[in-house]
């Protein structure tokens, strides 16, 4: 199996080139053509001697992250992409244009296995981690489509810290300023809770915004609906966050879809308030987006608007996130179990080429696709 080379850094490429008998300065060349010219391809590589060039194909590659699909919001310009791996497996990523910026949202791991009721992305659990050389593919894949972006948000399918070593390798090379240079504060990363990996990350000086998936203000709730819970007490997560921002001084935001009458009731306000009072912490609410595993609809405006300005009347730092490209509505990892599932129901039911178009339509313009076969 070959060896990656776009997860190495300069001095670790330096080494390869050196052991391999190439010359050392070639290693910087093609450490700033893969992160900084995004070439994929050491065929591509022009500025490389022909030989060196064929030396590289033939002992090492870059990971491949092609895009296989993309819906594109007729609203904001939103794009919902899926994309494939060498391997076939498929992930998700969002491509978000903002009047000053772009941003887009990154899968970390193929599947999930965190298990939140609420959520499609670990529906089908956990097949693999990706690769760091995958996860900086992703990224240039996404910028090689829609140009340079400012900010990217580690929200896609998986936990982040569950896959800690390629998130921390991925983050290292990202930002390293001989290459792709995103500065630390364009990144944010968004866990469900893995305490002593939150620590770990305190540790480790990469200092990127952390985002944390709270969803509950009650042990007993949120064990109920996350899993991860029964590992670590909210007053523990707290904890490890304070923790986080006293060592990085990056305030932590704190993730809460708000399904009503279940984690908006007034005890879910007194004790949410309790919490957070006095911290210098945010609150994101976001709406429910329905999944067809979880009986909850989608969050009503009023309510999560109400929501909001009662946590605000407290004293609590709150806002709402509305979804992008909503008209695309699907939610994080729906996209790609109606995927597979399209493909299933395809090769046992051959059908035109105008139905499948419609079909690929409908996949990508309901939060559950029905397929016709099914």
């Keep these: 199996m070959k060896e990656t080379l776009n997860d190495k850094k300069i001095e670790e490429l330096e080494q390869i080139f050196v052991e391999n008998g190439y010359p050392k300065f070639r290693a910087k060349q093609v450490f700033r053509q893969i992160h900084v010219n995004k070439v994929n391809d050491f065929n591509l590589m022009t500025d490389l001697p022909i030989d060196l060039r064929n030396k590289l194909s033939e002992n090492y590659t870059i990971d491949k992250v092609r895009k296989l699909e993309v819906f594109e919001s007729k609203l904001d310009q939103t794009k919902k992409y899926l994309l494939e791996l060498d391997d076939k497996n498929i992930i998700e990523a969002v491509f978000m244009p903002y009047k000053d910026r772009k941003t887009i949202c990154i899968s970390s791991q193929v599947g999930c296995r965190m298990a939140c009721k609420f959520c499609a992305s670990s529906k089908n659990g956990l097949q693999r981690n990706m690769t760091a050389s995958e996860l900086i593919e992703e990224v240039y894949e996404l910028e090689r489509l829609n140009g340079n972006i400012n900010n990217i948000?580690?929200?896609?399918?998986?936990?982040?810290?569950?896959?800690?070593?390629?998130?921390?390798?991925?983050?290292?090379?990202?930002?390293?300023?001989?290459?792709?240079?995103?500065?630390?504060?364009?990144?944010?990363?968004?866990?469900?809770?893995?305490?002593?990996?939150?620590?770990?990350?305190?540790?480790?000086?990469?200092?990127?915004?952390?985002?944390?998936?709270?969803?509950?203000?009650?042990?007993?709730?949120?064990?109920?609906?996350?899993?991860?819970?029964?590992?670590?007490?909210?007053?523990?997560?707290?904890?490890?966050?304070d923790y986080y921002l006293d060592k990085t001084k990056r305030r932590v935001s704190y993730e809460y879809v708000v399904i009503d009458g279940v984690n908006n009731t007034d005890e879910d306000l007194d004790t949410l308030t309790k919490l957070l009072k006095g911290k210098n912490a945010h609150i994101n609410l976001i709406p429910l987006n329905p999944i067809k595993e979880f009986d909850h609809g989608k969050t009503k405006k009023k309510i999560i608007n109400e929501f909001r300005d009662k946590l605000t009347k407290n004293g609590i730092n709150a806002t709402i996130r509305y979804s992008m490209g909503e008209d695309i509505n699907a939610s994080c990892g729906q996209l790609r179990n109606n995927y597979a599932r399209w493909l299933w129901n395809l090769a046992q039911f051959p059908i035109s080429e105008k139905l499948e178009k419609q079909m690929k339509i409908h996949m990508g313009m309901s939060p559950s696709i029905i397929m016709i076969f099914s």
């Design 153 to 241: 948000v580690i929200m896609g399918i998986g936990e982040p810290l569950d896959n800690f070593s390629n998130i921390k390798r991925f983050l290292e090379i990202i930002t390293d300023e001989k290459g792709r240079n995103l500065s630390h504060r364009s990144i944010t990363l968004s866990t469900s809770g893995l305490c002593d990996k939150i620590y770990e990350l305190a540790n480790s000086n990469l200092d990127v915004n952390l985002a944390v998936s709270l969803h509950y203000a009650i042990d007993l709730k949120r064990q109920k609906f996350m899993p991860i819970a029964k590992k670590y007490s909210i007053k523990e997560l707290i904890k490890a966050c």
